[in-house]
């Protein structure tokens, strides 16, 4: 067996589908076929179930899916470092959650860039789902996370600490209060962010720890618009503290905490546990490690 049967059956287990394979890879339909089979009598075990025109993954073959998946990206892995091997310069892709990707990853960068001007890092933000996918399928080298990764191939730990506040318009009834009582959550509307959310899944996090629920609530992609939201007083938000120390220097927001409680959460710094830890990600991961993130992001606003 060899790279490119791999990369067949790679291809076919993902859309399941051999003719766009043969499409994608410019070469005929029976070439695809031929090759599954190949595999299938090497491995001495049926990896699709064709049922009328369709395929299907058989139980073995999302086994040695999941496998392939792993084979395959070391493989790429293995040319990159060996063909970056004898230069200085480097390339590192980093994915981050929406929050850390827009609030701390800016300046990280900028102070990292000042350190280490030979490595050029690519950024990729999104929500914690689907960097956690991006991580499976080594499209990103590391990733910066809130919330806890589901996946078992990934190795993740706490880098950072942030806190959750609760924010509102001047106008709303809030206003002029120090701190919130629980009972002062209900009956608002809550702006929140969608599912897959790293905000999103400590804030029902904690609903739940309080027994709380609410029914009456909105879902944005984007802190930014739900602040915009927030400030027209069409609802209130739980949101990272972070994300708000522009409007609260400004007094252009109201910031609130609950008396006696404080929401926190941890940040992760999360990696593929096949993933080959070059000095570049090295040096990246050491960096971040010395930061004091609220520190530098409140000398910075």
Known sequence: MNIRKLYIFYKTASCLNMSQVAKEMYVSQPSISQCISEIESEIGTKLFDRIGRRLYLTHEGEIFYEYTRRMLNIYEEAINVVQTSNSNKG????????????????????????????????????????????????????????????????????IWTDELVFVSSLDHEWNGKEFLELDDLKNNTFIIREGGSGTRERFESFLENKEMVFDSYIELSNIEAILNYVKLNIGVS????????????????????????????????????????????????????????????????
Do not use: W
Request: charged share 25%.
């Open 91 to 158: 390339k590192l892709v980093i994915g981050a959650s929406t929050t850390i990707g827009t609030y701390i990853m800016p300046y990280i960068i900028h102070k990292f860039n000042k350190q280490e001007k030979d490595i050029q890092i690519s950024m990729i933000i999104d929500n914690k789902d689907h960097i956690e996918d991006l991580l499976l399928h080594n499209k990103v080298d590391l990733a910066f996370v809130e919330g806890s990764i589901n996946s078992k191939e990934i190795i993740s730990r706490d």
């Open 238 to 301: 739980c949101v990272p503290y972070m994300s708000v120390l522009p409007e609260e220097k400004s007094n252009s927001i109201n910031v609130y905490r609950l008396k006696d409680c404080h929401i926190t959460r941890s940040l992760y710094s999360a990696i593929h546990k096949d993933k080959y830890i070059s000095s570049h990600i090295k040096c990246f991961m050491d960096f971040c490690n010395q930061i004091d993130i609220l520190d530098n992001i409140s000398k910075e606003v």
